[in-house]
Structure formats: C-alpha cells, structure tokens
C-alpha cells in the first residue's frame, strides 16, 4: 500500500476539491466518506479511483481490489473531508449514469437541505422510484449529509437537472407527464384524485416557499394532505413520502388490468399453460397420454420415487383431478406404487417415454423454430436465473 504524505500531492488536492458542489459537478466525481457509504456505493456498481485509509484500517471488501489504495496521515484525512474529525477511509467515486423509470418522477423545486433531499431520495426507491429532476441547474446529490440520508440510494438515482421550473415544466410536458403539486391550498384531497395511465411528476417545494409559481399554475392537479389540530403543515419528507404512497396506489389502482397483465408471474404461468396445451395437441396425434401425465412421468424417472402429495403439489393437480390423471397411468402399468404408496417409475413407463421423446423434442422445436442458436442460449440462461433467485426467495 502507497503512503502519501505531502498536502501538495496531486491526488489529496484533486480529493479535497470534491468537498465543493462545483468541484463535484465539474469532475463527474464525489467524495464517499466511511466504509459503510463506499460498500453502498460498490454495491451500486460505482467506480472508485481511489481510496484514502489512516494507519490501521482494514480493507476487507472484495470490490475494493480493482481500485488504488493509499495510507496518509490523520492530518491529511482531515484535509480532504475538511472536518475536525478523523474518518477512517475515504473514496473518490465517479458518478454514473443511471437510466430513469418513466412511469413516476419526483421534482425537487429549490429544496435546499441535505437531509430531506437525502430522505426523499431514501423515499423514492423504497416505492420503484428512480427518477428525479431538479429545477436547479446546479443541483447536486452528492454532499456527505444527503448520501448519508439516503442510505446510499443516492448513487443508484438518475438525475436530471433544469436551470429554472419553466424549462423543467416545458420537459415534463414533452414527456407526457401528468403534474402533481401539493399545497395546503390545494383545491382536492390528495387521496380522493383519479390518476389517468400517463406518467406521473410529483412536485416538491421548497421547504418555506413551497413549489414555483410557475410550476403551481401549470400543473395538472394541486391537491393537499388534510391535517388534524394546529399542525399547518408537515416536514418535507415526510409530505413527499406520503404522497408518493397515495400516488403510486392511485396509478396502480388506475392501471390495474394492464398491471396484471404485465407481471412476469402471469406471463410465466400463460406461456407454461400455453406449451403444455401445445405439447397437448401434438400428443394426441400418437397417444391417449396428455402432457400433465407425460411429464409427471419424466420427472418421476428423474427423482425415482415421488408421492402423491408431492405430484399433486407440483403440477397443480386437486383431489378431484387425481382419479382422472393417475389411474390411467397404474392401469396401464406405466407407474407403480411402493409399500408407502409412493409413485415409482416401470420399465413399460420408461419405454413410454423413450417412444415420445420425439414428439416432446419436434413440439420444443415447433415453439423455437424463429429463435436463433444465441437466443435459444439467452432463453435458457435466463429460466435459470429466475428459478435460482426463486429459489433463494424460498430459502428466505
């Protein structure tokens, strides 16, 4: 590990002029103070160019390999994050480019503190939010308290930057997003407003002048959160994380069907209904068998033994489906039982099988006949993948 020891030395002055806003925006870089923030920003796949470490501190992280490490004093520590304090580590970050989901955004109107900047943030990704557009050209994520605020989310934003609310509202525009503001005035109750399929653009104000003028008379709908008592109004924060909530079960409530039908578990369960009513139609040119009965019969030579809880678990057979997909098969003596009433394959079984291969593979050939040896590949990689991380959701 490189020691470094002088103020001079090109690489503390370039660290210690990320401490300013215009240092950050003019580098595409950012300081990241402490080891807890730097594993949120590997864990975002932030790029480090380097890591400063006083005497004593452990790196321990495997993403910390691909970047240089450098041991300076506490003195110099200090310099870089300009505080009176000694922070064990610190890295110098690149910031990345992140792609926004454009069914919701929130727009940050002139807010000024850190910390609800950083909580809002925190916020929007806790709903599948991670688009956010400031009306400050000189806007910045990327100061100590709002990463800290943000739990590192920060590094995983995509932001987009205006230099006034008329050109922010001119894009909102283009883009096709209904605008929200809120108000204490706001003419309806936020929970009581219809949301259309378009996306959403939640504006925040200012923490004491609320939103823009501009911004407020431009805006789809201004809608208020009603209060109890004396309060008049609620920490910003804590306002935009409960309009996001109301917002997002309006659009989802609005979009419903569409929703429903967009999810991978019902894609899933259609194309898999989809194949077994295929492999179904190509079975019944050869055999009485149909391809629930098929496959059980595939996967029982695969695990051996399998019981009858097991089978009816596993291709969504009831009760009163049993008799109708089992008995067949023990008649024809394409199955057997064992002395615990499990399912085990017979030689007639496996014969079967081996006599229908062909019609499972020219089906499987049927489905995939416009897709290429590469995509073939991808589609099976992919199958992979989801079963693996559903499997580890179980495991949970």
């Known amino acids: 590990m490189e020691k470094i020891t002088s103020l001079k030395d090109v690489r503390i002055q370039s660290a210690r002029s990320l401490n300013s806003r215009n240092g950050r925006i003019s580098s595409g870089k950012f300081l990241i103070e402490g080891s807890e923030a730097i594993d949120w920003a590997i864990g975002a796949g932030v790029r480090l160019d380097c890591i400063f470490v006083v005497p004593g501190q452990k790196i321990i992280n495997d993403g910390y390999s691909s970047c240089d490490i450098y041991e300076i004093t506490d003195g110099l520590m200090k310099k870089i994050t300009d505080t009176n ?3 064990q580590c610190v890295a110098v970050g690149n910031i990345q480019k992140i792609v926004p989901q454009m069914d919701f955004c929130v727009v940050l109107d002139n807010l000024n503190d850190f910390g609800n900047i950083g909580t809002i943030i925190r916020t929007c990704h806790a709903f599948g939010i991670n688009n956010v557009i400031s009306t400050r050209a000189d806007f910045d994520l990327f100061q100590k308290k709002t990463i800290d605020a943000s739990r590192g989310r920060v590094f995983a934003t995509a932001l987009k930057t205006f230099g006034n609310p008329d050109d922010t509202l001119k894009y909102l525009k283009e883009k096709g997003f209904q605008i929200v503001t809120t108000s204490p005035r706001g003419s309806r109750l936020q929970s009581l407003i219809s949301l259309s399929e378009r996306p959403v653009a939640l504006v925040v104000g200012n923490e004491t002048t609320g939103a823009s003028d501009e911004l407020m008379k431009n805006a789809d709908m201004t809608v208020q959160i009603p209060m109890y008592g004396e309060v008049e109004s609620l920490n910003v924060g804590v306002a935009t994380g409960i309009s996001i909530y109301e917002l997002k079960l309006k659009k989802i409530m609005g979009m419903i069907e569409k929703q429903i039908k967009s999810t ?10 989809l194949i077994r009513e295929a492999l179904d139609a190509e079975l019944k040119k050869v055999s009485m068998l149909s391809s629930t009965q098929l496959i059980f019969m595939m996967v029982l030579k695969c695990d051996t033994v399998m019981s009858l809880t097991d089978a009816q678990k596993q291709f969504g057979i009831t009760d009163g489906e049993t008799e109708a997909n089992f ?4 008649e024809k003596g394409l199955i057997n039982t064992d002395e615990s009433d499990n399912f085990i394959m017979t030689e007639t079984g496996l014969e079967t099988i081996g006599k229908l291969w062909t019609t499972v593979e020219n089906t499987e050939n049927k489905i995939l006949e ?4 590469s995509e073939k590949k991808e589609l099976k990689m992919f199958l992979d993948r989801i079963k693996e991380k559903c499997a580890k959701i179980k495991e949970m």
Not at 264 to 272: E, P
Not at 327 to 330: A, K, S
Not at 370 to 373: G, I, S, W, Y
């Open 264 to 273: 991978l578990g019902r894609d899933l369960n259609v194309a898999a209904m």
């Open 85 to 87: 304090y000694v922070v």
């Open 370 to 373: 416009d897709f290429t040896e």
């Open 327 to 330: 008995r067949p098969l023990l």
